[in-house]
């Protein structure tokens, strides 16, 4: 399995930071597109000559808004990655795009560059919601977006977030069970977290934000789960739901713990060399990553080998976000570790016996009702 990869590519810009949002994002009056291209691609063909030849299994464009790229770019960092790896015949490409007037009118540029899946960051499909959110777009710039990105690509995706300040059961069913009407094969289904250093953090800790309490965020989860399933999405992932068979590959190799590379501002990757695997990271500011790739030919700031432990533990809390779990053959070989060296045996004891936890010999997984619960669970459970 670690001759497979998946190439994660950052695109840092936006057009504006939304207040929830804590990604590695920045916004620009003028973006120097010829100059992060540049950077890009050498930072790509730097990296591929650290890896060898792999089996390039996806690619995902990620941000910040990835949509704001020139589509040249986009498929000149594709011709290089295919010259450089092995692509898989079914090989995924994945785009984020906002629904924005002007970059809805690029995605046939996109699929022209090879992208085959778009994921729109819609958020909402009501107005109030989304001017909450920080969003540049409307409803209707959405729905128009999605109808458009059917047409030009075989398979796509789109966000929503609820919990959000003032939603209620009633009011989010209406707002999915629209979403449904208009959705493809995938649907990507947060919840509204507050996260540290954001504009909501601070409205949050003035008492300007109030988030949905514990029981009625569990009847949104609830609500979430039945109406996806009535539309034929399963939730293959805690905040993601698919038509069997369209889940998303490229993020199924973070949660399995597989290898991914990721260039580009801020970008972290988990790529095995010479046997060992290596956890990376870019560094985070556009200006500062572009001089550092000019200068060294890539922006790494950190290229550590990743310890048995510190293995074991992301295993753990990638892979029991799935629904098909951890396989344990494969999380033996990938950490070196045991499952029972892994966790704290009496903690693993007690989530069986309360239904949160399924162990069998090959396999460690959560029960819904133990996903719901996994951020808490994770903190016994993981060492």
């Known amino acids: 399995m670690t001759k497979d990869l998946a190439l994660y590519v950052h695109w840092p810009f936006c057009l504006a930071k939304c207040p929830y949002c804590d990604f590695n994002s920045h916004v620009r009056e003028r973006i120097d597109q010829s ?13 591929a000559a650290r890896l060898g030849r792999r089996r390039l299994t996806s690619v995902f464009f990620g941000g910040g808004t990835p949509s704001l790229m020139d589509p040249s770019t986009v498929g000149a960092l594709l011709e290089d990655a295919t010259r450089w790896f092995d692509a898989a015949d079914d090989l995924e490409i994945t785009l984020e795009a906002n629904p924005t007037s002007i970059e809805a009118g690029r995605l046939a540029d996109y699929r022209a560059a090879g992208v085959n899946r778009v994921s729109i960051g819609i958020q909402s499909l009501d107005e109030i919601a989304l001017r909450t959110l920080g969003r540049q777009h409307s409803a209707t710039e959405a729905v128009t977006a999605l109808t458009l990105a ?21 009011g989010w069913r209406a707002e999915l069970r629209a979403a449904l009407a208009i959705a493809a094969d995938h649907l990507s289904l ?34 979430t789960e039945e109406e996806c399933a009535r539309a034929g999405l399963l939730a293959y992932e805690i905040s993601n739901y698919a038509r069997p068979g369209e889940e998303s590959r490229h993020n ?7 290898d991914y590379a990721g260039i580009g501002p801020g970008a972290h990757g988990r790529v095995t060399v010479d046997g060992a695997l290596h956890a990376t990271r870019r560094h985070r500011a556009p200006e500062p990553w572009a001089e550092r790739v000019e200068r060294d030919g890539d922006g790494l700031t950190a290229n550590e080998s990743v310890a048995a432990e510190e293995r074991a533990r ?9 629904s098909e779990g951890i396989n344990l053959a ?5 950490t070196g570790q045991t499952l029972a060296k892994s966790v704290d045996a009496g903690v693993l004891e007690q989530c069986i016996t309360e239904g949160y936890l399924i162990l069998t010999p090959d396999r460690l997984a959560a029960t819904r009702e133990g996903r719901i619960r996994l951020d808490s669970l994770l903190g016994s459970l993981v060492s």
């Open 35 to 47: 100059r992060f291209a540049r950077a890009l691609r050498r930072e790509l063909a730097t990296e």
């Open 252 to 258: 199924l190799a973070y949660w399995r713990y597989l």
């Open 150 to 170: 059917r047409r030009l690509f075989p398979r796509v995706s789109f966000d929503l977030i609820y919990a959000r300040p003032g939603q209620d059961l009633a």
């Open 314 to 322: 992301e295993a753990l809390l990638m892979g029991l976000r799935l």
């Open 190 to 223: 947060y919840q509204l977290t507050i996260e540290p250093a954001t504009q909501f953090e601070a409205l949050h800790r003035q008492g300007k934000i109030v988030l949905p309490d514990e029981d009625t965020a569990a009847a949104l989860y609830d609500a």
């Open 330 to 334: 494969y999380f033996e070989a990938r």
